[in-house]
Structure formats: C-alpha cells, structure tokens
C-alpha cells in the first residue's frame, strides 16, 4: 500500500519536523515539509500530496493566502487542506471532533495531538469531514 | 379738596372692610384680651381656610381647627403678646377640611390699645411655592440617586474594561504560547510512543508533563474566551437536550461520586444560546457543584429549569446588554447541590478572574468568571447563593426569554 503523502506547511520548523516525526512514526504517512511560505506551491506542484496541513498565521504569505493560491492552481486546486492554528480556543470546537469550520475552511486548533491529527486526515481522505 | 381729613372720617367704617376683602392676602385679628376670639376674617382668610365669617368670628382656634393645629396657634400667639413685638412665620401648615395642606407665610402683630390687646395676623398662601420646591428637592435626591448609579455603573465598566483587556493581551499571548505547547506536547507524545521500556520513573515524568500541558492549555484557552465572544453563533435550542448532553459528558465523574442528579426540567422549553458557549456555561457550574460535593454522604445536584417572568428586584449582579425588567418573561435555571456551599466572605469574589479556594492545578478560578462573561453576552444575568434547603451552593441563571 502506498503511503499518504502530507505537505506540512508552518513557518516553525520545529513544528514541521516534529508533525513528520510522529506521523512517519504511525507507519503509513509520508511528510513534506515548507517552512518559508512563498515555496508553498512550488513544493506541492512537486511532491503532490494528497492532503496539506497549513499554518494559519504565518509571515509573507499566510495560511489564508496559500490556500487561495493553491485554490487557483488547476493542479493543485482538489487538494484538501487542514488548517492548524493556535488562534481559536478548544471551547470554539464542537464535542466530538476538535475541529472548527471557518469561512476558510476546517481548523483544527493547537496544541493538536497526533492522534487527533491522524484522524482528521483519515476522515477528510475518506470524504467524511 | 379737604387734605387733612382721614379715609374713615370721610367714608366711615364700612368701607375698611371692602378694603380689606379685597386684598390678595389673608388678614385676621384675634382678641388676645377675651380668649383670642376672632374679631376680623376676611375674603381671603375664608377662601384659604374654607371657613366663612360668620362662623368664625367670636369664635377660638379651638372651635375651628384640631386640637393640635389649635394649641400651635395660641402658643405662638401667648408667646408674640408676652414679647409685644411682631413675628415673621415664614412657613406654616393650615389644615382646612376639603384642601390638600396649605402652607402660609404669616406676619402677627400684638396691638395693645388701653387695656385690651389685638392680634393681627397676616397670611399669604405660599402653597403652590412650597410644594414646588418640595417637587424640586425630591427631584434632585433622585438625580443624586442617579449619579451615584451611574458612577457604579462606571466602575463596573471599568472593571468590564479591565478584563476585556486580559482578554485582549491573553488572545495575544494564546498564539505564541500555544505555538511552543504544541510543539511540546507532540514532542512528549513522541517519547511515550518511542521510549517502549518505561521505568516507574520516565512513566511519572511523561504522566506529569501531559497533565501539565492540559493545564496551561486549559488556562490559555479561558483567558482566550474573554476576547473571542463576539463570534456568538446564537440558535434556538432545546434547554433540557443541552442539559442532558452536558451531564452525559460528565456521567463517568458523577457515577464515580456516586453524585445522584436530580432533573427537574420544564417541558418544551428553549433558550437563543450559541450552543457551544452554553454548554461549557453549564459544564463549569455543574463541575463546580461536582467539586463541591467530594466529601459528602449522599452527594446530590439539583437541576431546575422554568419559565417565569421577573420579578426580583433583589437579585445582584451587573446586567449588561439588554437589561432584563421586572415583568418581563424570562428562563430561569437553578442547579444547586448540597456540598459545603460558600462562606459568606466569598460570595461576591467567586466571579473574580483566578479567584479560587482550590489548590493550584485543581482549580484556575477562572470557571465561573468565563460563565458571568457569557452569560452576560446572552442578555442574561448570573447569581449564586447558598441553597436554602440543601446546605450547598446555587447557582441561578436568568435568561430573557
Ligand atoms: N457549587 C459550589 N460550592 C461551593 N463553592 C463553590 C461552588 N462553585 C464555586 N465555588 C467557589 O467559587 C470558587 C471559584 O469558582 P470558579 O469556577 O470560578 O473557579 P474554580 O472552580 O476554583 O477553578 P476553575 O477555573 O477550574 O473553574 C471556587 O474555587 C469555590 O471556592
Ligand atoms: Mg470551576
């Protein structure tokens, strides 16, 4: 089975690194990562991931900015895309999933564990979310 | 014509008492020598007092008016006839049968001829000056009344203001800390997955620092919650369904007390609530009441949920927002429990920001602040009191319906 190959954008490169850790250590995932956002698409056109995780607020270029330029990519534009962010509180989120629907699309507030983060991804890829 | 003869000697007597009834005041004399019966009562007099001449001359105070108001007058008059000289009453009451109470302002002068002695008196009707500087005063203890509200209100705002910029720095502050902890959070994660031979001690050591990321997760995220409130996403709700769903999420801590949850909850009813906000509303409070209840035989939370119209003008408590009137139709819920309740010295701080009885990584004291300040923004007001029957605390919160 091949692996789900998952563009880490934030402009921390701890963070980047440490989300490549703990999902290449779940066995399955395969992670990019971009910490200047400018590469954003560059980096996708290149690795085509099948889903990307972005940083909301970011210097240059920020979360909401990549998505719109990913959006208006004809190859990149299907690529569904998760928003990490440490601007909503945990009380922003309904009960069940950790997540929060914005205007911009699905957040998923930090701090986030791997757990939570895998099973975004799984339920996104699979069409639920 | 003749200059040196006077009015009475040119147009007799009589004619002194037309002068007399015609004057805008009241003029009166009283005979101080024969028991102060009245000689003299004019038009003015009659219409002031409401008593016509006829009954009132040769007549006594005592005859005319109560003993009371009587007794007032003779002793003023003994007291100017001992002194001989005039007296000015700027201000007294007269009671007449039919009238509200006039107020007069009198002039009583002693005349002594020969052997006898006359009292006049003097009176004008100052009622209608009287009683608007009465209005006047009143009007003023009001505004003074007012004043002193609003400097209240302005220190409440102040207060409000204060914690609106805890709010404000803590969103601030949120990102970059919650930045790090995320970044620790999945490190310590990374090291229970990967260190697969724990001893007693590395255990302890990533038990402790998951608990202390909750924590300070857990505090950011209140502080956070004075700031965001205005993305309010209110709905109509169903009140009890909310209700169960928040002691459903806390059935593993009541079965674990042994709590027993009593429900009393009206039929139908709905409340206009960002469900979220609401939730975490009841949460902090029944938690609270959970707390509360750690040490108690046959722990108990009782939940009450009505529709009434308000009515207690007692109720404390700053009401922001639309403000709720006596009269109009409100939801009420009451959740008590029958814990050790709160010590009278408590009572007014337990809203404070990061007041807590608590020890430190129980409570941040922050619950029932971050409830007030949602409560608030839902147009309704919070209070809470020690239960009057169950010994425990109760927490009563009012919203419009
Ligand atoms: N049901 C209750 N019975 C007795 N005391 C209570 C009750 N509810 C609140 N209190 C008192 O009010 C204080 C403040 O409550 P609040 O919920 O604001 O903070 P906390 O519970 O101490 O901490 P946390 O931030 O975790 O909620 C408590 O520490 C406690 O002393
Ligand atoms: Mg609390």
Redesign the interface.
Known sequence: MSKIKVLAIDD?P??TR??K??LE?LGQYQVEMVNDSTQSIATALRFRPDIILLDM?MPNLDGGDVKRLLQENEELKDIPVLFLT??????????DVSLVESGDGIMI??????EVLRSCIEQTLSGVL | MDAGGDFSEKFGLKHYQSILDNLPVAVFAKDATDEFRFLLWNKKQETISTIPRQRALGRTDYDLFSQESAQYFREMDEKIVRSGKPLEIPEEILETGDRDEVYLHTYKIPIFDHDRTILVGISEDVTETVTNRKALQKASRTIQAKEQEIEKTQLQLIQIAKLESIGQLAAGVAHEVKNPLNLILQGVEYLDRTITEKDENTAFVIEEMNHAITRATKIINELVDFSTSSRFDKRECDLAGLLDGVLLMLRHDCSRLDVQIDRDFAEGLTVHVDQAKFEQVILNVVINAIHALRDVAQPRVAITTRKSTYSDERSEGVRTGKQIRIGDPIVEIEIGDNGAGISPEHLDKVFDPFFTTKPTGVGTGLGLSVVRKIVELHDGFITITNHPTLAGAMVKIVLPE
């Open positions: 921390e701890g963070a440490m989300m850790i703990n250590s607020v440490a601007l909503v509180s945990d009380s922003d989120t309904s009960s507030p930090k701090p986030v564990k791997t």
